[in-house]
């Protein structure tokens, strides 16, 4: 007979799906200088830039590069903008690196409220603007095994 695995649990009491995260997003590392970083992913990993935008309100200079064919999960990178931003403070405390983990949602208030629901902290009452029109809000790294999630709920398309 099929033993299962020790390390597959059941959790209990756990409605898959409420949350409604339906890929990785991004993933995003921490950079002193965007521009110096953006080439040494070209020309250590042969990665593109797809995006680039400043976002004033997380105090970040940002650019999205794409893997292989473009399809699958982005590489943010994210450079301060200002000295008291996230990123800034983040560098001084742990230098250039793995800084946040984004899930794309189909609802982010939805998303949030299902974690709020679970008793997780999210650091906005409200979803703000994020890369190039999304809406996001986080869920501060010490309630989520020490990762910062972003949820990514994306601009709607635009229609001509
Ligand atoms: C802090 N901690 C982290 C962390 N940042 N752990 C894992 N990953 C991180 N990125 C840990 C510290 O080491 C410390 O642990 C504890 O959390 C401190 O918590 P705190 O005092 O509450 O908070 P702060 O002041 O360190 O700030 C952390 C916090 C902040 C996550 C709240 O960075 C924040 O508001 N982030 C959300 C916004 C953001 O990251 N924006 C930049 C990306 P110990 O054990 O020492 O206590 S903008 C973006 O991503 C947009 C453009 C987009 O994608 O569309």
Redesign the pocket.
């Known amino acids: 007979m099929m033993q299962r695995p020790p390390s597959v649990t059941e959790p209990e009491n756990v409605t898959f799906g409420d949350v409604g995260l339906l890929r990785i997003d ?1 993933v ?1 590392v921490a950079v002193p200088d965007l521009d110096i970083a953006l080439r040494f992913y070209a020309e250590t990993f042969g990665m593109h830039c797809v995006h680039q935008e400043t ?1 004033e309100e ?3 200079r ?1 650019a999205m590069l794409a893997v292989g064919d473009g399809t699958g999960p982005r590489l ?1 990178l ?1 450079a301060p903008a200002r000295p008291d ?3 800034a ?2 560098l001084d ?2 230098g250039p690196g793995l ?2 983990l ?1 899930y794309t949602v189909a609802d982010v208030e939805a998303a949030a409220d299902a974690l709020r629901a679970r008793g997780l902290r999210l ?1 906005y009452d409200t979803p703000r603007r ?2 190039a029109g ?1 809406r ?1 809000n ?1 869920v ?3 309630d989520a095994g ?3 999630v ?1 949820l ?1 709920e994306s601009a709607p398309p635009v229609r001509h």
């Open positions: 991004h995003g976002n997380q105090g970040v940002e943010q994210l931003s996230a990123i403070k983040f405390r742990n800084q946040q984004a650091l994020g890369t999304s996001i986080f501060h790294p010490k020490g990762v910062l972003e990514v």
